[in-house]
């Protein structure tokens, strides 16, 4: 396949709103060095990090929910803590062709369908989290019609579904997967998880059944049919006012063993109050609000242990490629759209009225 010299792409210019977002016709397709492969992007999902850093909703002085959009400044930092290099192209949920490899690089890689691991990585030290980076924030990623990438984070993919489908899997299924693995979910637990009908939520409520666990599901009323069609124990409403009770008429027992969350903000107390003693809380979202309430008192007197999750080890993904080769999970597409409607698509995502992922189609 011939690559051109120019590309479409969406360059983010600075923190802010939909405005700082420019769309351009003319960006210059990337060279691969050494160790990279060059791939042509079929689809890229859309998630919350992406619209996090854009805002500038990562910095210290944010404390309110990531729909809401701020402008930090130049200065401030991204997940990470150091301020993002502009111009910088989005977007981490990439599948696509690799039509090129640097000459390090593993070959027979060009022609092959892969997904991309989000995670970059020093591969002389892979599992040191302080070297570590996100693809769209440290290095340009999938909002284009072309990327490079180290070729160890382009993991072919044998699947049936379809460019789309996949790009619903990488962010979200490996933030479940980590945090699942970080909590030492088991069959023997009942895992509770806020925010169900989103991207991570969902891929929590399968990854989770996935390990025999029992799962209940808090999610907007509106959108319990949608994740009941996942199989979870129960789906409840995003808040009850009474959460053991609620789970008690639901499953018949007023406790869960696991906390998954992804929402916090101020029903974070009710959650931590519905932990049997020595349950486990793990976290890795904030979309309701990153300052809650914590009374240090359940935390110690029930032995309670609480974990975040961010960083994940190199195995989670290529885990994660094993599970949807072998159809252990299934993609929830809430919709796509072409790549110059990005900011359509993110205002679809800050509305939260979907289930599932939404993903971008670079070559439309």
């Known amino acids: 396949m011939a690559v051109p010299e120019t590309m479409r792409a969406v360059v983010l210019t600075r923190h802010g709103g939909p405005e700082v ?20 992007v079929g689809a890229c999902g859309v998630n919350n990090t992406d619209i996090n850093t854009r805002t500038g909703w990562y910095a210290k002085s944010v ?40 000459e390090a690089a593993e070959q027979g890689l ?38 490079v990438v180290d070729h160890r984070n382009a993991v072919a993919v044998d699947s049936p579904l379809s460019d789309a489908e996949l790009a619903t899997f990488a962010c979200s299924y490996s933030t479940a997967e980590g945090m699942l693995t970080r909590a030492g979910v088991t069959a023997e637990d009942t895992v509770l998880v806020t925010g169900a009908s989103g991207g991570v939520g969902s891929a929590l409520t399968q990854l989770a059944r996935r390990r025999g666990a029992g799962v209940v599901c808090l999610a ?14 129960a789906v409840l409403p995003r808040a009850p006012a009474d959460l053991a009770a ?37 976290c890795s979202g904030a979309i309701a609000g990153p300052i809650v309430g914590l009374d ?39 919709g796509t759209y072409p790549l110059f409607d990005i900011s359509d698509a993110q205002e679809a995502f800050s509305g939260k009225s979907h289930v599932g992922n939404i993903v971008l189609l670079p070559q439309v």
Not at 256 to 277: C, H, K, M, N, T
């Open 110 to 147: 060009i022609g092959r369908r892969v997904m991309v691991d989000c995670w970059l990585r020093d591969w002389d030290d892979p599992h040191n989290r302080e070297k570590t980076g996100y693809v769209g924030s440290e290095c340009d990623g999938g909002f284009a019609e072309y990327m």
């Open 296 to 334: 240090l008192r359940t935390l110690y007197l029930r032995d309670l242990t609480f974990t975040g999750s961010t960083v994940l080890p190199p195995e989670i993904f290529r885990n994660l490629v094993g599970y949807i080769e072998k159809g252990e999970v299934r993609p929830l597409v809430a």
């Open 21 to 40: 977002l420019e769309l351009r016709g003319d960006w210059p397709v990337p060279q691969p060095g050494p160790h990279d492969v060059l791939i042509r």
């Open 220 to 233: 907007g009323e509106a959108k319990h049919d949608q994740v009941a069609a996942l199989n979870p124990a």
């Open 63 to 102: 404390t309110g929910a990531t729909a809401d959009a701020v402008d930090a400044g130049d200065e401030e930092p991204s997940w990470g803590g150091a301020p993002v290099a502009f111009p910088r192209i989005q977007g981490a949920d990439v599948v696509g062709e690799v039509v090129a490899a640097g």
């Open 246 to 282: 609620a789970l008690e008429g639901a499953i018949g027992q007023r406790t869960a063993s696991v906390v998954a969350d992804i929402v916090g903000g101020e029903y974070f107390p009710a959650l931590i109050d519905v932990l049997e003693r020595g349950g486990r809380y793990t």
